[in-house]
């Protein structure tokens, strides 16, 4: 003769983690999905009332009035060294993206979006942070900027 017996039911413990750990998991992927688009879709925009950029999780607007221009230049980051992130303290760092927050070699902080290191327009900010970008046109850019002076 079998008998077969079954298990006393779990609490709806194990159930609900398992669902609070696969949404977590649906976000982290949908983050990483978002930032791979932002390298590739971000923009710049100049105008009379400052520098907007976005979309992405870093995009802002800075004001004209926050902008050193100044001290607004272009660099290659693989030759002026002291220009180059160090530590990334807030966000992220896949290969061929820099973007969010960032300790430059000269201890500087700044808000990254650079996808190509030998064509960055670096802008100082009246915030004690720069803002570092690469375009297409560094050299135009930074001109439009400088001729906020």
Request: charged residues 20%; aromatic residues 14%; glycine residues 8%.
């Amino acid at each position: 003769m079998e008998r077969v017996f079954g298990i006393i039911p779990a609490s709806s413990g194990p159930y609900i983690f398992t669902w609070v750990l696969s949404l977590f998991l649906v976000a982290v992927i949908a983050l990483f999905v978002f930032i791979s688009y932002s390298s590739r879709h971000t923009n710049f925009t100049v105008s009379d009332a400052g520098l907007n950029i976005g979309p992405g999780v870093y995009g802002r607007f800075i004001p004209r009035e926050d902008i050193d221009a100044g001290g607004v230049k272009v660099l290659n980051l693989n030759e002026d060294a002291g220009y180059k992130p160090k530590w990334r303290t807030n966000g992220a760092g896949l290969p061929g993206y820099s973007a969010g927050w960032f300790k430059l070699q000269n201890k500087e902080k700044a808000l990254l979006f650079v996808t190509d290191r030998s064509s960055v327009v670096y802008i100082p900010t009246r915030k004690n942070y720069a803002v570092m970008l690469s375009v297409r046109d560094a050299d135009e850019m930074a001109e439009v900027i400088r001729q906020w002076r």
